[in-house]
Nanobody, 127 residues
Framework: QVQLVESGGGLVQAGGSLRLSCAAS????????MAWFRQAPGKEREFVAA????????????YSADSVKGRFTCSGDSAKNTAYLQMNSLKPEDTAVYFC????????????????WGQGIQVTVSS
């Protein structure tokens, strides 16, 4: 089992920044992806960004949704089993519950491919 704990959410004005953290504990994998998804009220859960690591890679590989490119940056520390989501130039439409998720493989933007999920953390952007 893998336990995920998100932190760093809250209320921010449009144009502001927040940094989310996701700390993983429990089972470890030689290849895995830590991803961020978000879900706004009445909408489906959507992929935001992710970072993948593999035992034979030098460092992690990151990727993000087109809707957040240039504003959000995903990073992580595999030694600490932690991923981060730096969110800049936030917009009211970024308001959602943000979830951290882990899968035992490389990249995927499909939430159904992720086995482990955090409890979610609220991000609210006021106009």
């Amino acid at each position: 089992q893998v336990q995920l704990v998100e932190s760093g959410g809250g209320l921010v004005q449009a144009g502001g920044s927040l940094r989310l953290s996701c700390a993983a504990s429990g089972r470890t994998f030689s290849t895995y992806t830590m991803a961020w998804f978000r879900q706004a009220p009445g909408k489906e859960r959507e992929f935001v960004a992710a970072i993948s690591w593999s035992w034979n890679w030098r460092g992690g590989v990151t990727y993000s949704a087109d809707s957040v490119k240039g504003r959000f940056t995903c990073s992580g520390d595999s030694a600490k089993n932690t991923a981060y989501l730096q969110m800049n130039s936030l917009k009211p439409e970024d308001t959602a519950v943000y979830f951290c998720a882990v899968r035992n493989s490389i990249r995927s933007t499909n939430s159904n491919d992720y086995t482990y999920w955090g409890q979610g953390i609220q991000v609210t952007v006021s106009s």
